[in-house]
């Protein structure tokens, strides 16, 4: 089964919707992916949790657009995060109940 961001609302989310992208390892498995966006339809914003597993680079592709230069830029820039990036990222987490009841959410 294809996993696929969805906001709320709905509407999927690709990879410009994307603001922050982390990754959040724990002492036992699974490991998971952070994705915090700001969804195109409803302008809401969103984070959600994949399983390292489920993670794949199309996640995020939209089917027909081609990156331009400009983007293909900036999501190299994402790519490494800075350590205060990741302070903030655990300061969520700990404000979140847990990982799991966010993905039991997302399944749900
Ligand atoms: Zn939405």
């Known amino acids: 089964m ?18 922050q992208q982390g990754f959040y390892m724990q002492h036992v498995s699974p490991s998971f992916v952070y994705v915090k966006f700001r969804c195109s339809r409803c302008k809401k914003l969103g984070q959600q949790f994949v399983k390292q ?23 190299a820039e ?12 655990h300061l969520s987490l700990e404000r979140a109940d847990s990982v799991r009841e966010l ?5 749900g």
């Open 2 to 19: 294809k996993t696929s961001l969805k906001c709320s609302c709905g509407q999927r989310v690709a990879r410009r919707d994307v603001m």
């Open 53 to 75: 597993e489920e993670w794949e680079d199309g996640l995020l592709n939209e089917a027909t657009t081609e990156h331009t230069t400009e983007e293909q830029k900036r999501f």
């Open 78 to 89: 994402m790519g490494s995060i800075s350590l205060e990036e990741m302070k903030q990222f």
């Open 103 to 107: 993905l039991t959410d997302e399944t």
